[in-house]
């Protein structure tokens, strides 16, 4: 696979995330070009990947292109697509478009019909590898190409396939939006910890540690996230005092509310004049 070239459209946070994340992965620089429309943003592309090939335009990227990775902003998907959609129906490239809430039907409609089209939704810490991705394939996607998006994707972190588009939503909600859950939680524990007298940097560090270590802690374990909490509420302890507090506030109801909330914006943004 890494002989196939590759074209990132918008070289910003998520572009440079993916392209960083295959050459760790062993994609050959030269494979990997990036394409921004952004002049500002060309020379520290150009130092941040002095390998790849960086473009201020399309054109000479996409005659090579195996791969063509749709990585701008939603807003200004549909120009993209069409700026390129002529080189694409002639070169046929596997689309990947990690747009939120750009449907599959209207990427392919912008890009001139019939192309093979895989849509994700990754999350931020593909930043630091560590990402997560939900994907979906069109129909006219191959067995070879659906490999080759995977393992795109997984070069930042975990990949999974979903059945439907429309889960799509789902997974923005869930993954996708998730690690803003989480910094919310961190946020107010490194408060908590300051108004019981830590420091700022002593509270931060033992929250992210906790944090980092609950979440190896379930990814190693077999355990339910229910068993291993209860595992550390002894009765009458100070564990069982906390989430006494968060059972009394219906927590539970709260998170299961938001990311619900999550979803429906989702569908609506999805969807024209939304
Ligand atoms: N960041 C996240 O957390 C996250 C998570 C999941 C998915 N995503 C998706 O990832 C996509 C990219 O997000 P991002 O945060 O990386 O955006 P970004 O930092 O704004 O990067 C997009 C870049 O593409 C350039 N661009 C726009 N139109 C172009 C064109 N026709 N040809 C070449 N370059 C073009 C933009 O330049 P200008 O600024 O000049 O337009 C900008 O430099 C979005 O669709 C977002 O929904 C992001």
Redesign the pocket.
Known sequence: MQNLNIVF???????QALASGLLNSGWHSDNISI????QS?ISKLKEKFPSCHVYSQ?EAALNIADVVVL????Q??Q??CE?IAAQCQIKRPLIIS???GVLINSIDAWLGGQLPIVRC????PALVQSGVTGLFANSEVSKNQRELAYDILGSVGTALWIEKESLLDAVTAIS?SGPAYFFYLIEAMIEAGQQLGLNEAESRELTIATATGAAKLISESDQSAQALRLAVTSKGGTTEAAINTLQQHDMKNIIESAIKNAAKRSQQLSKPNK
């Open positions: 459209i918008g070289g910003g946070n998520m572009g394409v921004d429309n952004d943003l399309t990585a701008v902003k939603p200004t998907m120009a993209a700026q990690i747009a939120a939704m990754p999350n931020t996708g």
